[in-house]
């Protein structure tokens, strides 16, 4: 899995080859990671499957970034938490974080990437994040952080109920219940009182992210869309 930055009118594609020196490197940078469950992510790098991050002159790039350090690989990174992200920027102008085409992305419900500068939060897998920078390096603005479920072991479930509604079964007391639109904000949220609720699901842009957490936990995920 990976994010990647470019100048807006240069969108990153599956074209794109590192080992190649063509046009397209002048423009793309990318940081690769693989988000895993806590018990397996290690706060450490690890030479032999980690990465540093070499940094190049007049060109925009992406990493993520451990006090003074900047790496361009991560292969266990917690799916709980959240990661800085760092931007090098060559001149001032319009760019771009997506997830290239060519990136394995069927293991995440959600990649959310939050702008502190603007303060939105925006799911890359529905589509590229456009933001105007200045020139320099940035390492406070963007946190990276992933929606992962390999197995559905909660015991939750959600069918349609209706139009614009939701069921969702094997719910516990106390358990939130939150869903975001395309964008990531959040637009309902309740708290279950039962086995079993209806939730009310506004599909803007075709997508909606239900989100269930437990003890402060997250436990189950699921995107939605359109009929």
Do not use: C
Request: charged share 25%; no cysteine; aromatic share 8%.
């Amino acid at each position: 899995m990976a994010v990647a930055i470019s100048p807006m009118e240069a969108t990153p594609s599956a074209d794109y080859n590192a080992t190649n020196n063509t046009a397209a490197e002048a423009y793309y940078d990318e940081f690769a990671f693989n988000a895993v469950d806590a018990t397996s992510a290690r706060d450490y790098f690890d030479m032999g499957a980690d990465g540093v991050k070499w940094m190049q002159r007049g060109r925009a790039q992406i990493y993520a970034t451990s006090g003074e350090a900047r790496y361009s690989l991560l292969s266990a990174v917690n799916r709980d938490g959240e990661m800085p992200l760092g931007v090098s920027i060559p001149e001032n102008g319009a760019y771009t974080i997506a997830i290239p085409d060519n990136a394995d992305t069927s293991d995440y419900e959600a990649v959310m990437l939050k702008d502190m500068t603007t303060g939105t939060e925006s799911n890359l897998l529905d589509g590229a994040y456009m933001f105007n920078a200045g020139k320099g390096e940035d390492n406070n603005r963007f946190t990276l952080s992933f929606h992962r479920l390999s197995v559905n072991d909660s015991g939750i479930s959600v069918s349609r109920y209706g139009e614009n509604r939701v069921k969702v079964k094997g719910l516990q007391e106390d358990d939130i219940l939150n869903i975001y639109s395309s964008e990531g904000f959040m637009t309902n949220s309740t708290v279950a009182t039962k086995d079993t609720m209806i939730m009310s699901v506004d599909v803007h842009g075709g997508i909606a992210i239900l989100e269930v957490t437990r003890n402060g936990k997250r436990i189950y995920l699921k995107k939605m869309g359109n009929r």
